[in-house]
């Protein structure tokens, strides 16, 4: 059953993630993307992205909200769905999040290895956000303290996560994986149950089957992850005082997070001060992802403070096009502030021969 559509939002816009898995083979895949790319573009007025491949869909996007019905329309009415019409997660704040559609062909999770449906088919257990917080709640009153992982990327659970959550510093999913795999193999009890959960849901999805398909029977996920779980408590009469995730949810869209609980988690990487809003160097070919507080947005220019990136935030779009500048840090350093940036709040290329 679909939850009711949020009726109001701030500017006219529902903003949705879903993901679905399906079997087509590669003379389907471009087919489809360009078909989605076309009718969505311009029947349903979607702007977003949405990752396409050989075993399925993984969308987040913001849609006009008279659009959304016939968007789930859409989705019914195609045959590469047929049974499994995904379910549509709602973000916390409707509003535009994105500017253009992008529908790229792309593994809908990078795993770093490739993935059969056969794999795919030992799906784990889903649990509501009701039933992920009651399961969590009697293993707490018992004194227990079952495995719980945070299946997120580092830069992510800074600002916000589960009580208890163990949270393996990775930068992809392929060490995720290998962190995992050396947790449920530490423990003594095979059986025993392994809560996993990540922003919507689609990371535990795939990891959940592969530990199944590896043995491990007990695998419990969060249905719709912690999008789903911060629209729960928020939305529910006792609101977020119990809540058990503390903080921000990271998003993947220019709002770079929305709130769960109103607790700040992280501190700005530049001054130190409990702050928990990312962004992004405005200097687009510098692009680092880190927290920054209003205070050193104004001191630093919006920048990452190096003198090059406060130089170029001052060019005009003409200016910045003449002097193409290469991409100053790999993608791997550029969700990474703690390994660039000085005592001073400055991030220096310089500087990571020595962290290195
Ligand atoms: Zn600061
Ligand atoms: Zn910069």
Not at 226 to 243: F, M
Request: hydrophobic content about 35%.
């Amino acid at each position: 059953m679909d939850q009711p559509y949020p009726a109001t939002t701030e500017d006219g816009y529902h903003t949705i993630s879903f993901y679905s898995f399906f079997a087509l083979d590669e003379i389907q895949v471009p087919r489809l993307r360009d078909k989605i790319q076309r009718e969505w573009a311009r029947d349903l007025k979607v702007v977003g992205r949405i990752y396409i491949c050989e075993q399925g869909i993984n969308a987040q996007l913001s849609i006009p909200t008279d659009k959304t019905r016939d968007l789930r329309l859409w989705l019914e009415t195609h045959q590469v769905f047929s049974g499994r019409i995904p379910k549509f997660n709602w973000a916390i704040e409707h509003r535009r999040s994105f500017k253009a559609l992008h529908v790229r062909v792309r593994p809908l999770v990078a795993t770093g290895v490739p993935l059969s449906l056969e794999t795919l088919s030992h799906e784990p257990e889903y649990l509501s956000p009701d039933a992920w917080e009651s399961e969590l709640h009697s293993a707490q009153e018992k004194g227990e303290s079952p495995l719980l992982i945070d299946m997120r990327n580092n830069y992510e659970f800074r600002i916000g996560k589960f009580q208890g959550a163990v949270c393996p510093d990775v930068d992809t999913f392929r060490e995720e994986m290998a962190a995992v795999r050396t947790m449920c193999k530490e423990r003594e009890d095979k059986q025993a149950p392994i809560y996993m959960y990540c922003t919507g849901g689609i990371r535990c999805s795939i990891a959940g089957a592969i530990l199944k398909s590896e043995g491990y029977e007990n695998v419990k996920t969060l249905q719709g992850g912690v999008v789903a779980y911060g629209k729960h408590v928020r939305e529910r009469p006792g609101g977020t005082a119990s809540s058990l995730y503390r903080g921000k949810n990271f998003t993947f869209d220019k709002r770079l997070g929305e709130e769960v609980t109103t607790e700040v988690l992280a501190k700005c990487d530049q001054c130190g001060g409990p702050c928990d809003l990312f962004t992004n160097c405005a200097n687009r070919s510098c692009n680092l992802l880190f927290i920054q507080c209003p205070k050193c947005a104004e001191k630093h220019h919006k920048t990452c403070g190096h003198e090059t990136c406060i130089e170029r935030s001052q060019m005009s779009h003409e200016e910045l096009i003449k002097n193409r500048m290469p991409t100053v840090w790999s993608y791997h350093l550029r969700v990474r502030p703690d390994k660039v940036f000085g005592k001073d709040g400055i991030a220096r290329p310089e500087l990571l021969a020595n962290k290195a």
